[in-house]
């Protein structure tokens, strides 16, 4: 099955207000920036976004952000994007924090069919014992707090109970794919990439590199296109758009 559509815009058209999106990428690293991109001029509102995190001022996922177009963020960091701390401290965003490794988890297992799992991760913190502010009062007050999770005991040790996570679409960036939605990730683009396609019920891929079935080593890729029901390839110009957080500069 060709998987390709024509454009960015096209792939994201039906995604409504209210929709609930997971998107890949590990800070800004294997961002899909041009669906998020195509989304922003699409005009979809009150999105409900699972992410490692919500992008930086004016990029990435921050994009969505600063247009008011995000409702409640799952993910497992805020910093480095002051107007995400600020939306969230006045109570105007929603935002559900979760260790990243078990963010990642629920993602893959939503994606496989899990319903939930066990993890040691956050047994005995507010992350199982419930508390943690989802959304705050504009004067700083808590206007609703996590819920206890139940935790048991498996061979004398405590875990906590985890639901697996899907979501209407999802948005993700690949380094290589074919038309069927065979996907090949580069380094840490990996890291959130793959869960998070495998949540999507609809997933949208922008691949820098669009190569022919059989192209690709079946043993290189990192996602098969069963989890993909759309793929975007980009032009040489969006390829190579590839924005980092914090440049380093460092005397010989």
């Known amino acids: 099955m060709d998987k390709v559509v024509r454009s960015a815009a096209e792939a994201v058209a039906d995604i409504g207000d209210g ?10 690293s294997g961002v899909p920036g041009t669906l998020i991109q195509a989304l922003f001029r699409q005009g979809a509102t009150g999105l409900s976004v699972v992410s490692n995190n919500c992008g930086v001022d004016g990029g990435g996922l921050g994009v969505l952000l600063a247009a008011g177009r995000i409702a ?8 480095d994007n002051k107007e995400f701390a600020r939306q969230y401290l006045a109570g105007e965003l929603e935002l559900e924090l979760i260790p990243q490794g078990t963010l990642a988890e629920r993602l ?43 935790v048991r005991t498996f061979d004398g ?33 990996r890291n959130f990439n793959p869960p998070a396609a495998m949540a999507g019920r609809i997933t949208i891929a ?27 390839a980009l032009t040489a110009q969006q390829a190579a758009d590839k924005p980092i957080e914090k440049r380093t500069v460092r005397s010989a």
């Not at 929709?19 to 800004?28: I, K």
């Not at 290189?220 to 975007?232: E, T």
């Open 19 to 28: 929709a609930s999106l997971a998107v890949g990428g590990f800070g800004l």
């Open 72 to 79: 409640r963020v799952t993910g497992s960091y805020v910093g």
């Open 108 to 150: 893959r297992a939503g994606g496989c069919g899990i319903p939930a799992f066990f993890t040691p991760a956050g047994v005995g913190t507010p992350v199982a014992e419930g508390g943690l502010p989802w959304r705050h009062t504009p004067d700083g007050g808590v206007a609703v707090a996590a819920p206890p999770k139940e």
């Open 157 to 189: 040790r405590e875990y906590v109970l985890e639901h697996g996570i899907t979501t209407d679409f999802a948005l993700v960036r690949a380094a290589r794919g074919d038309r069927h939605g065979n996907l090949v990730f580069a380094k840490a683009a």
């Open 206 to 232: 922008e691949v820098e590199e669009l190569v022919e079935p059989g192209e690709l080593d079946p043993d290189a890729v990192h996602l098969p296109g069963v989890f993909v029901q759309r793929v975007v």
